[in-house]
C-alpha cells in the first residue's frame, strides 16, 4: 500500500469514530479528497484504494489531471473548491460534479447560463466568509440567507450546502456553528466543513463532508509545481 492509501485509511477511521462520538451514521460524512497540486500518478493509488471524491481549487489544474482520470474511473465526482471567476464558468460546469464556492450573483448567474446551455448540472455550494476575512472568497453571512434564495428565484438554481473555511489562527467550532445555522434558516442541507486539521471538530458540529488533503497526501509541494 503507499503511503497515501495507507493515511486514506488512517482519514476513513478517524471520521468513523468522530461520527461515532457525534452520535451520527457514519455514511452521514463524506471524505473529499483534497488533491490540489499532486499529479495524476500520486492520485491513481488513492482511487486504487477506493476513494472517488476529490476537490481541486484551481479550474486549469483540475482540467490538466482530471478529463483522463475521470474517462478511467468514471464513477469519479470532482468538487470545485477554490474561488470561480465567471470567465471560468463553462470549463467548471463541464469538468466538475459539485461546485462548492457560489459566492455573488455575477457567479449564479454565469452558472445558471452555462448549465441551460451544456444541460450538466453540479451540484452547488455557497461558500460564506464566517470570518469576515478581507482577503478570502466567500459571501457575508449576513446576507447568507438571501442570496441561497435569491439563487432559487431569480437565477433558477437550487443551492445543495454551504461550504466554509475558518480563520487559521482562530478557534474553529463558533464558525461551524454559525454555517450548521445559516444553513438551517436558508433551507439548505449539506455542511462543507473541516479539513485536515480539524475535521474532527467539524463533523461534531454537523459536517456532512470534510475536505482532507495533505493528511491523506503529505505535505504540498511549495512553491506549487
Ligand atoms: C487545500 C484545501 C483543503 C485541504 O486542506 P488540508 O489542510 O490539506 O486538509 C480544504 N479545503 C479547501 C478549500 C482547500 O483549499
Redesign the pocket.
Known amino acids: 500500500m503507499t503511503d497515501a492509501a495507507e493515511n486514506l485509511r488512517l482519514v476513513k477511521d478517524r471520521i468513523a469514530q468522530a461520527a461515532r462520538e457525534a452520535g451520527r451514521p457514519e455514511q452521514d460524512v463524506a471524505l473529499?479528497a483534497?488533491s490540489?497540486t499532486f499529479v495524476a500518478e500520486e492520485i491513481r493509488p488513492v482511487i486504487e484504494a477506493g476513494q472517488r471524491v476529490f476537490?481541486e481549487?484551481r479550474v486549469q489544474e483540475a482540467q490538466g489531471k482530471w478529463p483522463a482520470l475521470k474517462e478511467a474511473f468514471p464513477d469519479i465526482e470532482l468538487h470545485l473548491?477554490?474561488p470561480l471567476q465567471s470567465n471560468k464558468a463553462k470549463e467548471a460546469v463541464k469538468l466538475f460534479d459539485v461546485i462548492?464556492?457560489v459566492d455573488r450573483e455575477k457567479i449564479a448567474a454565469a452558472l445558471s447560463a452555462e448549465m441551460a446551455k451544456q444541460g450538466r448540472h453540479p451540484r452547488l455550494y455557497v461558500q460564506v466568509n464566517t470570518g469576515l476575512e478581507p482577503q478570502k472568497a466567500g459571501i457575508d453571512p449576513r446576507e447568507t440567507v438571501d442570496f441561497v434564495t435569491r439563487c432559487r428565484e431569480v437565477h433558477g438554481i437550487e443551492v445543495e450546502g454551504l461550504?466554509c473555511?475558518p480563520p487559521v489562527d482562530e478557534n474553529p467550532g463558533p464558525h461551524f456553528a454559525l454555517l450548521e445555522k445559516l444553513a438551517r434558516e436558508a433551507g439548505v442541507e449539506k455542511l462543507s466543513m473541516g479539513?485536515?486539521?480539524d475535521?474532527e471538530t467539524a463533523i461534531a458540529f454537523g459536517a456532512t463532508s470534510v475536505?482532507?488533503?495533505?493528511?491523506?497526501?503529505g505535505e504540498?509541494p511549495y512553491p506549487p509545481r
Open positions: 473529499v483534497v490540489k476537490g481549487n473548491i477554490g462548492e464556492t461550504m473555511i479539513m485536515s486539521g475535521f475536505r482532507v488533503g495533505s493528511a491523506i497526501f504540498r
